[in-house]
């Protein structure tokens, strides 16, 4: 069975940072893809990070290029995100998928940003 644990939300200040991880168990036939999501109150889902397995290529949001990094620990079989420079508008709930035979995704961490 399946299951992915987020871990390293927390509350920090503008300009601060944080590194979340990811902790996958269980085998996910033909996985092809890890990312991260993130949803605000009152908005919608979106995608902040995405790292394709079969070269590890990565894709960011606009809103996450240059402050954000997402990676991959193979040995661990996790993934992390790198948050830099964060500001209150990253405040969101933060979930890890993984998308193989089907789209597995964990449980959230919340992540706020506030003075």
């Known amino acids: 069975q399946v299951q992915l644990v987020e871990s390293g939300g927390g509350e920090v200040q503008p300009g601060g940072s944080l590194r979340l991880s990811c902790s996958a168990s269980?085998?996910?036939?033909?996985?092809?893809?890890m990312s991260w999501y993130r949803q605000a109150p009152g908005k919608e889902r979106e995608l902040v990070a995405r790292?394709?397995?079969?070269?590890?290529?990565?894709q960011y949001a606009d809103s996450a290029k240059d402050r954000f990094a997402i990676t991959r620990d193979y040995t661990k079989n996790t993934l992390y995100l790198q948050m830099n420079i964060l500001k209150p508008e990253d405040t969101a709930v933060y979930y890890c998928?993984?998308?193989?035979?089907?789209?597995?995704w964990g449980q959230g961490t919340q992540v706020t940003v506030s003075s």
């Open positions: 998928k993984s998308v193989g035979d089907r789209a597995y």
């Open positions: 269980g085998f996910i036939p033909n996985l092809y893809a």
């Open positions: 790292l394709l397995t079969r070269d590890g290529s990565t």
